[in-house]
Nanobody, 123 residues
Framework: QVQLVESGGGLVQAGGSLRLSCAASGRTFSNYAMGWFRQAPGKEREFVAAINWSGVSTYYADSVKDRFTISRGSYAKTLYLHMNSLKPEDTAVYYC????????????????WGQGTQVTVSS
C-alpha cells in the first residue's frame, strides 16, 4: 500500500490559483493510478481529476475541466493538481488517492487516501 500526504491548500481569492501536491511513499507508486477528490461542507465527496499510471491519460470532472490540471512527477513520487481560475464553489477539502486498478472516476476504486488539505476560495 502507498501512504499519501497532501499539501498546498490555503485561502485564495476568486480567480486566483493554487497548486496542490501529494507526496507518496512506497515502492510501487509508479504502478498506481492517482486521483484527486474533494468534499465541501455538507456535501458528499466528489471526483475532481484522475491520471493513469504512466501519466498519459487524464480525466476531469466537468466542473473543473479547462481550469485544473493533474500531473505526476515520475521520480519525486509526487502528484500535483494545478488549479486556476478558482471559484468560491471550489472551496472544499481536497484528497489525494491511489488505485491499483485502471484509472477511475469512482471513489471505491481507490484504496489509499491522504488526510486532505483545505482549499478556501473567497468571493
Amino acid at each position: 500500500q502507498v501512504q499519501l500526504v497532501e499539501s498546498g491548500g490555503g485561502l485564495v481569492q476568486a480567480g486566483g490559483s493554487l497548486r496542490l501536491s501529494c507526496a507518496a511513499s512506497g515502492r510501487t507508486f509508479s504502478n498506481y493510478a492517482m486521483g484527486w477528490f474533494r468534499q465541501a461542507p455538507g456535501k458528499e465527496r466528489e471526483f475532481v481529476a484522475a491520471i493513469n499510471w504512466s501519466g498519459v491519460s487524464t480525466y476531469y470532472a466537468d466542473s473543473v475541466k479547462d481550469r485544473f490540471t493533474i500531473s505526476r512527477g515520475s521520480y519525486a513520487k509526487t502528484l500535483y493538481l494545478h488549479m486556476n481560475s478558482l471559484k468560491p464553489e471550489d472551496t472544499a477539502v481536497y484528497y489525494c488517492a491511489a488505485s491499483t486498478l485502471l484509472v477511475s472516476r469512482t471513489e471505491s476504486a481507490f484504496g489509499s487516501w491522504g488526510q486532505g488539505t483545505q482549499v478556501t476560495v473567497s468571493s
